[in-house]
């Protein structure tokens, strides 16, 4: 099976001389279907670059983007259609959830799914409250719901299109370790059920277990990561 996403030898440099900026310095990558990583690093390291790079935002100026096996980027060129391939097997959730002020929590993810062309918005939208175990809120706007629930909305929002790819930039940055954890075992879930690849940046060490594969970037380099200072410090199991 293709990845859902690979790239390979991406670079990209902002600004020009002296300010000259290596954001992205040779990252090849792939995520296959039904998998969920995480991409760690410290801040300016590029994570974001690369999100972006790998979700037809703002494309690297050199390397190669292939999409289910099409090479779709090449050298900062679109080789399809990037705003429909987006559109339709993409979801995005970012540090705050930005939900629609004026719409209720279902309307928000009912007008995903009519934007999506997905037939039966509103039974769908209500389908993925549910799934992402917040069908109780479903008539409450985004002001009355606490920072879990919104991310929750706005995960069910990303899922409106039914994509093979979803990208995460920090989407737990704003909320406590129990409330991250629980977001980034719905990463999972929608991965290991929906058959979705899912990259989440995350600073979180404490819910890495969540993950099937662990990688970091430094100077804009990717590498795997390998928790093994942590490992050897934890206690045997009792
Ligand atoms: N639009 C931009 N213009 C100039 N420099 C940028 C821009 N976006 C990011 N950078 C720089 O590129 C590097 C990588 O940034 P970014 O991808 O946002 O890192 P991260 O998400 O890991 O914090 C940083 O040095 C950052 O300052
Ligand atoms: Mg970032």
Do not use: W
């Amino acid at each position: 099976m293709d990845p859902a996403v690979r790239s390979i030898d991406l670079r990209k440099t902002y600004g020009v001389g002296s300010a000259a900026v290596t954001a992205l310095d040779g990252v090849s990558f792939a995520l296959a279907p039904g998998t969920v990583a995480a991409l760690l690093g410290p801040s300016g390291s590029g994570k974001s670059t690369l999100i972006k790079a790998l979700g037809f935002v703002s494309p690297a100026d050199a390397g190669e983007v292939y999409f289910a096996g099409r090479l779709v980027v090449k050298d900062g060129a679109a080789l399809a259609d990037l705003a429909s391939l987006r559109r339709r097997h993409l979801g995005f959730v970012f540090q705050k959830a930005n939900l629609t002020s004026f719409l209720t929590a279902r309307e928000n993810v009912e007008i995903a799914c009519e934007f999506g062309g997905k037939p039966d918005g509103r039974r769908r939208a209500r389908a993925l409250l549910e799934y992402l175990d917040v069908a109780g809120r479903e008539r409450a706007y985004p002001e009355m719901l606490s920072g879990g629930e919104q991310q929750r909305v706005a995960i069910a929002r990303a899922l409106a299109n039914e994509p093979s790819l979803i990208l995460a930039d920090e989407p737990t940055a704003a909320l406590d370790s129990v409330r991250s954890r629980t977001v980034m075992e719905l990463f999972r879930k929608v991965a290991h059920e929906r058959g979705a690849a899912v990259l989440v940046v995350t600073h979180d060490h404490r819910a890495l277990d969540v993950f099937d594969h662990l990688y970091e970037m430094e100077d804009g380099r990717l590498r795997p990561y390998h928790p093994a200072a942590a490992t050897a410090a934890a206690p045997p199991p009792a």
